[in-house]
Nanobody
């Protein structure tokens, strides 16, 4: 069984930065696809960054040039948020497709618990 643990959210002023982290915990696994989503009150969950295999990350126009997703080791994904705006206020969730090997090989999707990002002066 694998679980994802997020950290790094908080309150920041417009124009500020935050660094979100998502770490996978478990035994004998590897991360395949990863993504970050966000959900603001009263709105649908929105994709803000995605990365498949060994390719480059993709971003929607709303965050392109301000958000950057990177892998940090075999079990952690980072989302760097720069030049934050009030419209970026939301709960941010990481998502991973993980291949585990014990007791048998299988693929499964996992979500982090969410971390609140609030942008306000």
């Amino acid at each position: 069984q694998v679980r994802l643990v997020e950290s790094g959210g908080g309150l920041v002023q417009p124009g500020g930065s935050l660094r979100l982290s998502c770490q996978a915990f478990g035994v004998s696994f590897s991360i395949n696809d990863v993504a970050w989503y966000r959900q603001a009150p009263g709105k649908e969950r929105e994709l803000v960054a995605s990365l498949s295999g060994g390719g480059s990350a993709d971003y929607p126009d709303s965050v392109k040039g301000r958000f950057t997703m990177t892998r940090a080791g075999a079990d952690t994904v980072i989302l760097q948020l720069n030049r934050l705006k009030p419209d970026d206020t939301a709960v941010y969730y990481c998502w991973m497709t993980i291949e585990s090997y014990l007791p048998e090989r299988r693929f499964a999707d996992y979500w982090g618990q969410g971390t609140q990002v609030t942008v306000a002066s």
